[in-house]
C-alpha cells in the first residue's frame, strides 16, 4: 500500500463515510475524506436533525393547547418561523464543525470538492489527482422529484428547512416516512396542510394496522388525507401555486413539497470510467463485505439501497474499518433493527410485520391495545395510541412489535434489546412494567387477539 497516497480514499463525509474514515485511521491507515456540499451528510444537514428539531417545534403548539386542561390558562404565543429556521442553521453549523474535527482527530485529511472516480485506484478532486489501495463511496441519496409539467415549481426535503416565508398553505406529495413527517411538522406549526399519494394507504412496508391507525389519528390532527390521488400539474396562479390533480380537482398552495423518493447519488462520481454494476433501481451492487464488482472500490450506506438509517450506515462503516484495515471478521447484522417514523403520533416498529410473520412463521399469536394516553384524559385531545406485537406461536417468540403514540421511538429502543436478545412473550409477561406509563402496555397484554 505504500506505492499509493492513501490506504483509503472516502468519497462522501457523511455518517457512514466518516465512520469507516475515523475507524481506519484509527488503526493506522492513511486516510482521506473529500466531500463537495455539507460535513454530516444528509443526516445532519437536511435529514434526521434538522426535522427532530422541527417536530419538537411543532409539537409546542399542540402542547399549548394541551396546558389549558391542566390549569395553564393562557393563549398560545404567535410562532416565528425566522427564529426556528436561523436557531437551526447554528445547530447544524456548530455539527459541521464536529464532524472536521472528527477526522482532524485522526489525522484523516479532508478535502472539498466533489471527488471523481477517474480509475481503479485513483480519484480527482478539481484539478488534484490521487491515488489509493481502496476507494469508499458513501455519498447518500438525493431528493428525485419525477417529471411532470411545472416540477421545477416544487420543492424537496433539502429545500424544505430553509424557505424565507412560512408556507401558509402546503401540498406534501408522497406517502412515504419523510412526506408523513413534514405534513405532520407544517401542520403543527399552524399551516394548512393536504398530503397526496397515489396508492390507497400511506407508509407502504409498515404493519397494516399501523398504517390504518396512524391514517385516522394524523387526519384527526387536521392534516387533509387525499388517497389514490396525485398531481398531473403545477402551474403559477396570482395567489401562489395552482395543482391540478388526477381526480379532476384544482387546489392551490403556497409551496409544493415532493417527497416521492430518492435516488442514489451518483452524478459526476466517475463510474463510468470503472467496473462498478448497479442495481436495477441504480443503486451501487455490493457483496457482503460492501465490495462491488470493482475489487478496490466500496460503497455502503444508502447508496447500495439498504436500510436507509443512519444507525445502519454507522454499522456498516464501523464494519468494513474493522474487517479491511483491523483484521476483523465484522459483519452487520439487519435483523431487528428498531426504526422511527417521527408523525404526530410518533411510530415506532421493530421486526417483522404481520403481513411479513404470517409468510415467514406461518401461525402466529397477536395481541393489540388501543387507548387514550393518560394525558389526553385531561387535556382534552382526540388521540388514541396502538400497540400491537407478534408472537412466533410454535416457540413463543416475539417477532414484530409496532407502536403508534408518544414517545413510540424512544419506547422501542428497549423493546428492540429484549427482542435482539430473543426474548419470548413469557419474557415479557414475567417483566415487571413502570407504572403509569404507555409503555408498560408491552409487559401486561395478556390476552391474544381474537379478531376485530
Known amino acids: 500500500m505504500a506505492n499509493y497516497d492513501y490506504d483509503l480514499f472516502v468519497i462522501g463525509a457523511g455518517s457512514g463515510g466518516v465512520r469507516a474514515a475515523r475507524m481506519a485511521a484509527g488503526m493506522?491507515?492513511?486516510?482521506?475524506?473529500?466531500?463537495?456540499?455539507?460535513?454530516?451528510?444528509?443526516?445532519?444537514?437536511?435529514?434526521?436533525?434538522?426535522?427532530?428539531?422541527?417536530?419538537?417545534?411543532?409539537?409546542?403548539?399542540?402542547?399549548?393547547?394541551?396546558?389549558?386542561?391542566?390549569?395553564?390558562?393562557?393563549?398560545?404565543?404567535?410562532?416565528?418561523?425566522?427564529?426556528?429556521?436561523?436557531?437551526?442553521?447554528?445547530?447544524?453549523?456548530?455539527?459541521?464543525?464536529?464532524?472536521?474535527?472528527?477526522?482532524?482527530?485522526?489525522?484523516?485529511?479532508?478535502?472539498?470538492?466533489?471527488?471523481t472516480?477517474?480509475?481503479?485506484?485513483?480519484?480527482?478532486?478539481?484539478?488534484?489527482?490521487?491515488?489509493?489501495?481502496?476507494?469508499?463511496?458513501?455519498?447518500?441519496?438525493?431528493?428525485?422529484?419525477?417529471?411532470?409539467p411545472g416540477r421545477e415549481l416544487a420543492i424537496t426535503s433539502n429545500e424544505i428547512f430553509d424557505l424565507e416565508h412560512f408556507p401558509q398553505r402546503l401540498v406534501v406529495v408522497g406517502g412515504g416516512y419523510i412526506a408523513v413527517e413534514f405534513a405532520g411538522i407544517f401542520n403543527g406549526l399552524g399551516a394548512d396542510v393536504t398530503q397526496l399519494y397515489r396508492g390507497p394507504l400511506f407508509l407502504r412496508g409498515f404493519d397494516g394496522d399501523i398504517r390504518e391507525h396512524a391514517a385516522q389519528e394524523i387526519a384527526k390532527s387536521g392534516v387533509d388525507l387525499r388517497f389514490e390521488t396525485n398531481v398531473?400539474?403545477?402551474?403559477?396562479?396570482?395567489?401562489?401555486?395552482?395543482?391540478?390533480?388526477?381526480?379532476?380537482?384544482?387546489?392551490?398552495?403556497?409551496?409544493?413539497?415532493?417527497a416521492t423518493g430518492r435516488k442514489?447519488?451518483?452524478?459526476?462520481?466517475?463510474?463510468?470510467?470503472?467496473?462498478?454494476?448497479?442495481?436495477?433501481?441504480?443503486?451501487?451492487?455490493?457483496?457482503g463485505q460492501f465490495r462491488s464488482s470493482e475489487p478496490s472500490i466500496y460503497a455502503l450506506g444508502d447508496v447500495t439501497g439498504g436500510m436507509e438509517l443512519t444507525p445502519v450506515a454507522l454499522a456498516e462503516g464501523m464494519a468494513f474499518a474493522r474487517r479491511e484495515f483491523g483484521g476483523q471478521d465484522a459483519t452487520p447484522e439487519y435483523d431487528f433493527i428498531p426504526t422511527a417514523v417521527f408523525s404526530q403520533p410518533n411510530i415506532g416498529t421493530v421486526g417483522f410485520t404481520e403481513e411479513q410473520a404470517r409468510e415467514l412463521f406461518g401461525e402466529i399469536t397477536l395481541f393489540k391495545s388501543s387507548f387514550r394516553p393518560m394525558k389526553h384524559t385531561i387535556s382534552g385531545r382526540d388521540e388514541r395510541s396502538f400497540m400491537?406485537?407478534?408472537?412466533?406461536?410454535?416457540?413463543?417468540?416475539?417477532?414484530?412489535?409496532?407502536?403508534?403514540?408518544?414517545?413510540?421511538?424512544?419506547?422501542?429502543?428497549?423493546?428492540?434489546?429484549?427482542?435482539?436478545?430473543?426474548?419470548?412473550?413469557?419474557?415479557?409477561?414475567?417483566?415487571?412494567?413502570?407504572?403509569?406509563?404507555?409503555?408498560?402496555?408491552?409487559?401486561?397484554?395478556?390476552?391474544?387477539?381474537?379478531?376485530?
Open 388 to 452: 400491537k406485537m407478534i408472537v412466533e406461536t410454535a416457540t413463543d417468540r416475539v417477532v414484530g412489535v409496532h407502536m403508534v403514540g408518544p414517545d413510540a421511538g424512544e419506547i422501542m429502543q428497549g423493546i428492540a434489546i429484549a427482542m435482539k436478545a430473543g426474548a419470548t412473550k413469557a419474557i415479557f409477561d414475567n417483566t415487571i412494567g413502570i407504572h403509569p406509563t404507555a409503555a408498560e402496555e408491552f409487559v401486561t397484554m395478556r390476552d391474544p387477539w381474537q379478531g376485530d
Open 28 to 115: 493506522g491507515a492513511r486516510v482521506a475524506v473529500a466531500e463537495d456540499r455539507y460535513m454530516g451528510g444528509t443526516c445532519v444537514n437536511v435529514g434526521c436533525v434538522p426535522k427532530k428539531l422541527y417536530v419538537y417545534a411543532s409539537e409546542y403548539g399542540k402542547g399549548f393547547k394541551d396546558a389549558i386542561g391542566f390549569g395553564w390558562d393562557s393563549a398560545a404565543p404567535e410562532f416565528n418561523w425566522s427564529t426556528l429556521r436561523d436557531n437551526k442553521k447554528t445547530e447544524i453549523s456548530r455539527l459541521n464543525a464536529i464532524y472536521r474535527n472528527l477526522l482532524s482527530g485522526v489525522d484523516a485529511d479532508l478535502i472539498d470538492g466533489r471527488a
Open 117 to 148: 472516480i477517474t480509475g481503479a485506484n485513483t480519484v480527482a478532486v478539481g484539478d488534484q489527482h490521487y491515488t489509493a489501495h481502496k476507494i469508499l463511496i458513501a455519498t447518500g441519496g438525493w431528493p428525485h422529484i419525477p417529471d411532470f
Open 232 to 258: 398531473t400539474s403545477i402551474s403559477s396562479a396570482p395567489s401562489g401555486l395552482q395543482l391540478t390533480l388526477t381526480d379532476g380537482s384544482v387546489i392551490e398552495a403556497d409551496t409544493v413539497l415532493y
Open 264 to 287: 442514489p447519488n451518483l452524478d459526476g462520481l466517475g463510474l463510468e470510467n470503472v467496473s462498478v454494476d448497479l442495481n436495477q433501481d441504480g443503486t451501487i451492487a455490493v457483496d
